[in-house]
T-cell receptor, first 116, second 111 residues
Framework: SAVISQKPSRDICQRGTSLTIQCQVD?????MFWYRQQPGQSLTLIAT?????????ESGFVIDKFPISRPNLTFSTLTVSNMSPEDSSIYLC?????????????FGQGTRLTVV | AQSVTQPDIHITVSEGASLELRCNYS??????LFWYVQSPGQGLQLLLK??????LVQGIKGFEAEFKRSQSSFNLRKPSVHWSDAAEYFC?????????FGKGTTLSVSS
């Protein structure tokens, strides 16, 4: 299993500013994933962060808006840049690990972002 | 393309009644399938998962799901719903990479 700590748990930010979200895992993992969950919606994958290489972004997400760092095998950050109210969402960090039989996805508690 | 469809956006069930939440997937290889539950203001909790073997899998809180390859389905069931089961339920598919989530089904429980 994997335990993920995500900070901050919530924040209220002014439009035009940036927020960096931290994700710490209690074990070394190759891939870390960042998701966005807009109000009342499902989870959408933003990007996959591999240590030692640039993150891979999904369609609709760009590095200038969501820069990601992955300095080591247990840590990653996601920055939400030049925020607008449309960025108000829950942002979740996730990793894959072994849970019981086979692979399981583990999630942080999320960062609830409100942009005003 | 890989995708997950949850046809029912919102379901209301009487307390004590049975429940079935539908999930259909499109995946090029043998998928790993998951059901997660999210209570209001809470994080995601894994209910159950399927990788291989017995197509009927048991999960926590009395939930079970059945994998039907011929129908590309992985429906979630519970024989008797409790008021505390009211939540958002997500079906997800993956195979060693990031999961792909369905849009979710909101379950309401009436007394």
């Amino acid at each position: 299993s994997a335990v993920i700590s995500q900070k901050p748990s919530r924040d209220i930010c002014q439009r035009g500013t940036s927020l960096t979200i931290q994700c710490q895992v209690d074990s070394q993992v190759t891939m870390m994933f960042w998701y966005r969950q807009q109000p009342g919606q499902s989870l959408t994958l933003i990007a996959t962060a591999n240590q030692g290489s640039e993150a891979t972004y999904e369609s609709g997400f760009v590095i200038d808006k969501f820069p990601i760092s992955r300095p080591n095998l247990t840590f990653s950050t996601l920055t939400v840049s030049n925020m607008s109210p449309e960025d108000s969402s829950i942002y979740l960090c996730s990793v894959l690990g072994t849970g019981g039989a086979g692979i399981e996805a583990f999630f942080g508690q999320g960062t609830r972002l409100t942009v005003v | 393309a890989q995708s997950v469809t949850q046809p029912d956006i919102h379901i209301t069930v009487s307390e004590g009644a049975s429940l079935e939440l539908r999930c259909n997937y499109s995946y090029g290889a043998t998928p790993y399938l998951f059901w997660y539950v999210q209570s209001p203001g809470q994080g995601l909790q894994l209910l159950l998962k399927y990788f291989s073997g017995d197509t009927l899998v048991q999960g926590i809180k009395g939930f079970e799901a059945e994998f039907k390859r011929s129908q590309s389905s992985f429906n979630l069931r519970k024989p008797s719903v409790h008021w505390s089961d009211a939540a958002e339920y997500f079906c997800a598919v993956g195979a060693g990479t990031a999961l792909i989530f369905g849009k979710g089904t909101t379950l309401s429980v009436s007394s």
